[in-house]
Every structure is written in structure tokens, then in C-alpha cells.
């Protein structure tokens, strides 16, 4: 199992970047792909989570209206549309396969991870 994020950069408070995460493999299973990112000196800090249905979509209060998730089958990719940014979402953003039926929100849940891609956001 392979994933590869990127769409990272740098954006103005109240901008937009969508990070794209390219999955690759076979038999992986899981029940979904999340997001998660961790902010220079400080803890990883869950996101996003969307299950390979499209049914269930979970965020971070600190999200919630202001991102996206997404996925394109076809593409083998999940998508994070970000709007709105504000200099607290920056951070190096990670996707990952939750292989765990505990707590989506818990990084112990999953087992897959991409490499990160860095959001700096400006005020």
C-alpha cells in the first residue's frame, strides 16, 4: 500500500488549496481514508475522514463547513478541498488508510501513511 499526498503551498488567510491523495496497492482494505496534520511543536491533529462508500464523512470541529473531503474512484484518489484558511491550518497534512474499527479520529486507527505535504497559511 502506497499513498502519495501533495497539493501543498503557500495561501493567504482566507484562500483555498485542495490536497490530493493518490492511493495505490491492492488488498489493503481499511474502511476509509483520513486526514490528519500536525502543526510545528505540536501533536498530530485529526482532520478528515471519509469511508470507501462515500456514506459516513466525519471533521474536526475545527473544520467543520470550511473543508472537504472527496474521492474519485476512478482516479484512486481522495481529495481535501480547504477554504477559508486561517494561519492555524498551518501545518504538514497527511493522508492515511484507517485499517482500525475503533475511533476515526485516532491516529493509532490507521495503519497506511502518505509522506505529508506542507499548508502554510499567511495573515
Known amino acids: 500500500v502506497q499513498l502519495q499526498a501533495s497539493g501543498g503551498g503557500l495561501v493567504q488567510a482566507g484562500g483555498s488549496l485542495r490536497l490530493s491523495c493518490v492511493y495505490s496497492?491492492?488488498?489493503?482494505?481499511?474502511?476509509?481514508v483520513g486526514w490528519f496534520r500536525q502543526a510545528p511543536g505540536k501533536d498530530y491533529e485529526f482532520v478528515a475522514f471519509?469511508?470507501?462508500?462515500?456514506?459516513?464523512?466525519f471533521y474536526a470541529d475545527s473544520v467543520e463547513g470550511r473543508f472537504t473531503i472527496t474521492r474519485d474512484n476512478a482516479k484512486r484518489t481522495v481529495y481535501l478541498q480547504m477554504n477559508r484558511l486561517e494561519p492555524e491550518d498551518t501545518a504538514v497534512y497527511y493522508c492515511?488508510?484507517?485499517?482500525?474499527?475503533?475511533?476515526?479520529?485516532?491516529?493509532?486507527?490507521?495503519?497506511?501513511w502518505g509522506q505529508g505535504t506542507l499548508v502554510t497559511v499567511s495573515s
Open positions: 492515511a488508510v484507517r485499517t482500525g474499527t475503533s475511533y476515526y479520529s485516532r491516529k493509532n486507527e490507521y495503519a497506511f
Open positions: 471519509r469511508d470507501w462508500t462515500g456514506r459516513s464523512t
Open positions: 496497492g491492492s488488498n489493503f482494505g481499511g474502511s476509509g
